[in-house]
């Protein structure tokens, strides 16, 4: 009786020994880009998380609103906060709110949090992104560096109307 031919242990051909071998110090490259880029990349958004039920964290955006309101935009409100002060956006299905209007060099702490699934915050044309988790308020510093309008946009799939679920921050 004979053995089935062992095709295994032939040798392996040239292109094959190339390709793995591009293939592994691509792995090594992209595993080392991790951490170098987390440190020398500039893409860390300077952060801080803190636990909150969503009843103190609706409680706090509504005291913020009612205290700087200073317009009404398709009855979500508009909302001004004076230069170095803490300010509060809210994510939920499926909007932001309230509107932000934010001055061009200050500096603001800007809290995000849900208030029922996890959504995505994410700034455009600007391309700053943070996660929004219900029972954390994320505090993010941030100086606007331009004037304008900015959308934000959920960018983490949040059922039916999350495509609809946009936002705004009006830099003067
Ligand atoms: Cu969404």
């Not at 062992?6 to 592994?24: D, N």
């Not at 219900?134 to 900015?150: C, K, L, N, Q, R």
Request: net charge neutral.
């Amino acid at each position: 009786m004979l053995a089935p031919e062992k095709l295994w242990w032939k040798p392996m051909g040239r292109m094959e020994k190339t390709w793995l071998t591009v293939a592994f110090v691509w792995c090594v490259f992209l595993t080392l880009m991790m951490p170098l880029w987390y440190f020398f990349g500039k893409q860390n958004v300077p952060t801080e998380t803190y636990r909150v039920t969503r009843e103190q964290y609706a409680a706090q955006v509504n005291a913020f609103v009612d205290q700087y309101k200073v317009g009404d935009e398709n009855g979500i409100p508009v909302v001004a906060p004076p230069p170095g002060s803490d300010v509060y956006l809210r994510a939920s299905t499926w909007q932001w709110y309230p509107i932000l209007q934010l001055e061009k060099g200050q500096t603001y702490r800007l809290h995000v949090s849900s208030m029922d699934l996890q959504h995505g915050f994410s700034l455009q044309p600007v391309n700053i992104n943070l996660q929004v988790i219900p029972g954390y308020d994320y505090v993010a510093t941030i100086v606007p560096t331009s004037t304008g309008e900015f959308t934000i946009v959920c960018n983490e799939y949040c059922n039916l109307g999350h495509h609809t679920m946009v936002g705004k921050i009006i830099v003067k």
